[in-house]
């Protein structure tokens, strides 16, 4: 079975901009979470969506947002692009919300802000 | 809230040694625990975790780690190290129910094995 995949692998945008990246959980995966992962630091948590509707959010600007879609994939969007957005965006998918299912993570989208 | 701290930023080791990776968190709740691999240009790839049962873990790769709720830490282990064990080891922690999953990470601990 295929793994979480995510898309663009690499991404350059300018300051100001808005960018849109992607992600497919494994099938049968209902729960999809957004993590942003700064050079040199652990990944941050930014949003968790489960059937299409958001039930966690991170400490993160309004400039963030994300939306999942009836095939489960998901979209995260970030507007008014900041030098400090370039990071390792990961994508993570579990079959449920709750319990203790794993999260199975994307290889993620390398953002470059310049 | 979770807070979780990898007191080691880099960890050199020769191969063939015996090595631990340190990790303790600050939770006011139940949690569960995790230890994730990322090798270069690569995502996280899951070694092992621990819900609740027996503290000691083994998880892939012959990696093992001790849950020590009393010292709230949750050390990870091999008892020798190959060269493709280099990569950046990221211990996490999720509160049990709360209705999401946030999982909360430290910053990482980079393993360096030396021929």
């Known amino acids: 079975d295929a793994g979480v995949t995510q898309s663009p692998t690499h991404l350059i945008k300018t300051r100001g901009q808005h960018v849109t990246l992607r992600c497919s959980p494994i099938?049968?995966?209902?729960?999809v979470s957004w993590y942003q992962q700064v050079l040199g630091q652990g990944p941050q948590f930014i949003f968790q969506y489960y059937e299409k509707e958001e039930r966690g959010r991170g400490n993160f600007p309004d400039r963030f947002s994300a939306r999942q879609f009836p095939n489960y994939s998901s979209e995260l969007n970030v507007n008014a692009l900041l030098l400090g957005d370039s990071a390792l965006y990961l994508c993570a998918s579990s079959p449920s919300l709750l319990g203790d299912y794993e999260q199975y993570f994307g290889p993620g989208t390398r953002l470059t802000v310049t | 809230a979770q807070s979780v701290t990898q007191l080691d930023s880099q960890v050199p080791v020769f191969e063939e040694a015996p090595v631990e990776l340190r990790c303790n968190y600050s939770s006011s709740v139940s949690v569960y625990l995790f230890w994730y691999v990322q090798y270069p240009n690569q995502g996280l790839q899951l070694l092992l975790k621990?819900?609740?049962?027996?503290?000691l873990v083994k998880g892939i790769n012959g990696f093992e780690a001790e849950f020590n709720k009393s010292q709230t830490s949750f050390h990870l282990r091999k008892p020798s190290v190959h060269i493709s064990d280099t990569a950046e080891y990221f211990c996490?922690?999720?509160?049990?129910?709360?209705?999401?999953?946030?999982?909360?990470f430290g910053t990482g601990t980079k393993l360096q094995v030396i021929p």
């Open positions: 996490a922690v999720r509160p049990l129910g709360g209705g999401y999953q946030k999982v909360t």
């Open positions: 621990y819900l609740s049962g027996s503290t």
């Open positions: 099938s049968g995966h209902k729960s």
